[in-house]
Nanobody, 119 residues
Framework: QVQLVESGGGLVQPGGSLRLSCVASGSIISIYRMGWYRQAPGKQRELVASITSGGSTNYIDSVKGRFTISRDNAKNMVYLQMNSLKPEDTAVYYC?????????????WGQGTQVTVSS
C-alpha cells in the first residue's frame, strides 16, 4: 500500500501563487506517472498536470504558462507550482500516482487539499 499526503493549499487572492506538495510513503516499488487533479463544486474531476518518471510533462490548456509540475524521485514527491491564480482555479486538488512494476501498476490518490482563489 502507498499513502499520499498533500499540503500547501489555502486561500489566495487572484494573481497570487501557491505551491502544492505531495509525498508518497509506504511499500513503494517504483513510482511512474505522477499527477495533480482537481475537482470544483458541481464539476467532474479533471487532470491538471502530469509528469512521467523521465520528466515529461502534460498540462490542461487552462493552466499552461501558469502552473508547473515537478518531482523529486529520491524523495517520492511531486509538486505543483501555481502562479497567476484565478478564481476558476478554486477546487480541491488531488495528488495521483501510478506505482508498482513497469508491467503492472496501481493507482493511488491523496485525500485532497483545498485551493480557494478569492479577493
Amino acid at each position: 500500500q502507498v499513502q499520499l499526503v498533500e499540503s500547501g493549499g489555502g486561500l489566495v487572492q487572484p494573481g497570487g501563487s501557491l505551491r502544492l506538495s505531495c509525498v508518497a510513503s509506504g511499500s513503494i516499488i517504483s513510482i511512474y506517472r505522477m499527477g495533480w487533479y482537481r475537482q470544483a463544486p458541481g464539476k467532474q474531476r479533471e487532470l491538471v498536470a502530469s509528469i512521467t518518471s523521465g520528466g515529461s510533462t502534460n498540462y490542461i490548456d487552462s493552466v499552461k504558462g501558469r502552473f508547473t509540475i515537478s518531482r523529486d524521485n529520491a524523495k517520492n514527491m511531486v509538486y505543483l507550482q501555481m502562479n497567476s491564480l484565478k478564481p476558476e482555479d478554486t477546487a480541491v486538488y488531488y495528488c495521483n500516482v501510478d506505482e508498482g512494476h513497469v508491467t503492472l501498476t496501481t493507482e493511488y490518490w491523496g485525500q485532497g487539499t483545498q485551493v480557494t482563489v478569492s479577493s
